[in-house]
């Protein structure tokens, strides 16, 4: 094997290697820090400005001659090409430059980029010092949108049940993932993709099982009450959600046996309801 073939294929397989790693990279921070040093290229002065996240991976190196505004906007339009979002905050050297970029850049990187909200545009299009036809009209659509929307809201009380409905399932899911995700105070911080994934995954796997438990033994208890001559509405039913983990203890190792599971074992019983609650009920 020559030295012309190791090149012919790193220029052949190299950059859809490259594509590759980059796409299985995870997203990096958005707490970035931007410098410049000067270095020596060809014999030549140059500035070489690099930024970086808080955590030390490099995000963009740019080699420019001048060390201005137009080097540094070109640098963070670079960053915001390249990651797709803008950061939440930037530490510099006190260049005036970046900060000459950053408000020349201003509102249009962030619509582009999607983090900047409506309000803030219609702060941006009203504070010039000449009243703006194009704030006023965005301005009104907006008012118009609310008064439907609060109008929809006032006359539909199925809307608003079904709103809070899905609001009330919304945080009971929430509120169990919170519960069983106590680990590193529910936070993910692994670095790469893979392991991000496999966290995530088994966070999944646990409320799945845990949601499974429960309406298995939900629909146990309802039959055991029909048995017994209670009339329980099937609509009513449509309203329970299988989300409680009160009866579940959390903590300890959770273990997948590759085993089949044996359908044979019988259901554990159920608990009767207290003569005390009954009464309370009725």
């Known amino acids: 094997m ?39 290229f060809n014999g030549k002065l140059m500035y070489l400005w690099r930024a970086v996240d808080d955590e030390g991976e490099v995000l963009e190196v740019l080699v420019q001659r001048r060390r201005d505004k137009a080097a540094a906007r070109k640098l963070m339009r670079k960053l915001l090409k ?19 970029a950053f408000r020349q850049l201003g509102l249009a990187t962030s619509v582009r980029t999607g983090t900047a909200a409506p309000s ?13 036809q194009l704030a006023k009209a965005l301005r009104e659509i907006g008012r118009i949108e609310r008064t439907l929307a609060t109008l929809d809201w006032l006359k539909d009380p199925d809307l608003r049940r079904r709103s809070h409905a899905g609001l009330n399932k919304g945080e009971a899911e929430h509120s169990l993932k919170r519960a069983v995700f106590f680990h590193r105070l529910g936070e993910l911080r692994d670095r790469t993709f893979e392991n991000q994934s496999h966290r995530a995954s088994g966070l999944n796997l646990v409320v799945a099982a845990i949601v499974l438990w429960n309406t298995v033994y939900l629909g146990r208890a309802v039959d055991a009450l029909r048995a017994a001559g209670e009339d329980i509405p099937a609509d009513l039913l449509a309203h329970v959600a299988p989300l409680g983990w009160e009866h579940i203890a959390l903590t300890g190792d959770y273990v997948w046996a590759d085993d089949d ?12 309801i207290p003569a005390s609650f009954q009464r309370v009920a009725a």
Not at 2 to 27: C, D, H, M, Q
Not at 120 to 128: F, Q, S
């Open 261 to 272: 599971v044996d359908s044979s074992v019988a259901f554990r019983p159920l608990r009767r």
């Open 2 to 40: 020559s030295y012309e073939t190791v090149r012919r294929w790193v220029v052949k397989f190299g950059p859809a290697i490259a594509g590759n790693l980059r796409r299985l990279r995870p997203e990096p921070s958005p707490r970035w820090h931007l410098d410049e040093m000067v270095i020596r």
């Open 82 to 100: 390249k990651h797709g979002f803008s950061p939440t905050q930037v530490t510099t050297d006190k260049l005036r430059s970046y900060g000459a």
């Open 120 to 132: 803030a545009l219609l702060r941006r299009l009203a504070a010039y010092p000449r009243q703006n």
